[in-house]
DNA sequence: CGCATGATTGAAGTACGTCAACTCTTGTGG
DNA sequence: CCACAAGAGTTGACGTACTTCAATCATGCG
């Protein structure tokens, strides 16, 4: 048992454990899942649209986003991810997207392949993987009515309400909520200006839904009036 | 062998197959999956967002579409689906949208039990599922840079060589395709408004890219120009 | 045949984008 | 420690691409 603990710590430190959301419960069920621990700098590509994928990724901390690029220069954010997000999935393609960091970060990498054996051996990982996927296509689909059918207001605000609810679900309570991303990128992921971004969060502020202690820290005021105009943006 | 024969044909007509998708190759692995066929008028919805999850769908006949809608009547369409087809995924969960027939319709309803059933026998046939989930997922991506940052020449054109590749997978060789949804139903999937979309259309007619039999049936008489407008929009 | 629905076209308005100026950070080196 | 540069953020003025509103034209079904 003395011996034990190091050993339990050691294996934390060094291999990753998928706990948020892939890891199966209990300490006599723990995957055999043996994940590289890498450091990156701010600004870094981890991955290439069109890569052949081999990894799958845990954010350990940082914040990361997946892009894709047109010829010309246009970007669409396809999403954020920060501690406790998983990116990718147990099938070697193509990569849909590139990875870029948005800030420092540390990743563990698990193989695909190790991926592939865990599924094999146990239904309750293939369940838990499956239900990661599904939640990461519930928040595609709600992308692409924001992208298709909502106002700049109303995208912004279910922007800051995805990153409230964040900040609630890991148990914060200061209505607190940090956006380490630019505002260029904010308006990628939301098909929208920098410009618009500004200007929408500018008139939040205004009407004292939010206030910033700078441009990357935000506190929510009035959640209600978030809520509403996310939900279908009454408010003119 | 006289026997076999209508038994096969029994089969396949009262069971559904997967082929196209799901379906393992070689008559000795085909899995026991037992669908219900239903015969779907249009305009019927077989599905409401929040309901739960009891079927995966074969599309056998006819077109149907996911859609999500918003509490003051705004939609996005999520996708078409026609036949061979499959629409859903192997778990009992909350539906993301409701699914809405477009033209009178035939498909397959295969118990999400069944399929978990095959899936804990067959590791070929779980690949199989993350295979097609995969490239569900690439298409929602497509979608969303679609619909977040492309202009709305370019979303029509990629919308319509979409049907385009469908008709060459299909082994159509005549530049046919045929539009079974409605204008608003488009403009839905597309993020624009119906009237957007008849201009873009029309100058696409004038422009001696696409000819039109009626709103519903186009040949494609200029695939480059086509491929040209989606890819970036050069044109003006 | 006639009505209802969908598609198309035109005219007008506006929300968002574009362009540009300015301010605020942040980091670096003298 | 300050000065400066470079980048990010913000705000204003203006233009326009798309929407909205409205009228007309097809299409199809009873």
Not at 18 to 31: A, D, F
Not at 129 to 147: A, P, R, T
Request: proline fraction near 3%; hydrophobic fraction near 40%; charge should be positive.
């Amino acid at each position: 048992m003395n011996i034990a603990v190091p050993v339990i710590k050691e294996f934390d430190q060094s291999v990753g454990i998928l706990t948020s959301v892939l890891q199966e419960k209990g300490p006599r069920q723990i995957s055999p899942l043996n994940g590289i621990k890498r450091k990156l700098s701010k600004n870094t590509t981890l991955l290439y649209e069109e890569d052949s994928i081999k990894h799958v990724y845990e954010v350990i901390s940082g914040t990361i986003k997946a892009v894709k690029i047109l010829a010309d220069g246009r970007r669409q954010v396809i999403g954020f991810f920060s501690a406790g997000d998983i990116i990718g999935m147990p099938l070697e393609l193509k990569a849909f997207y590139s990875l870029e960091t948005v800030t420092n970060a540390n990743i563990v990498c698990y193989p695909v392949s190790q991926l592939n054996v865990a599924m094999g051996r146990s239904p309750e990982f293939t369940k838990r993987v499956f239900q990661f996927i599904y939640g990461e296509i519930e928040k595609h689909m709600n992308h692409m009515v924001s992208l298709g059918r909502k106002r700049p207001k109303e995208r912004v605000a279910a922007f800051l309400l995805q990153y409230y609810q964040k900040s609630v679900d890991a148990g914060h309570r200061d209505n607190f909520i940090e956006l380490a991303m630019s505002r260029i990128d904010i308006s990628d992921y939301l098909g929208l200006t920098q410009e618009t971004v500004c200007r929408v969060l500018g008139r939040f502020k205004r009407n004292n839904i939010i206030e910033a202690r700078n441009s990357h820290e935000i506190f929510v005021l009035d959640l209600p009036a978030l809520q509403q105009i996310a939900q279908s943006g009454l408010l003119h």
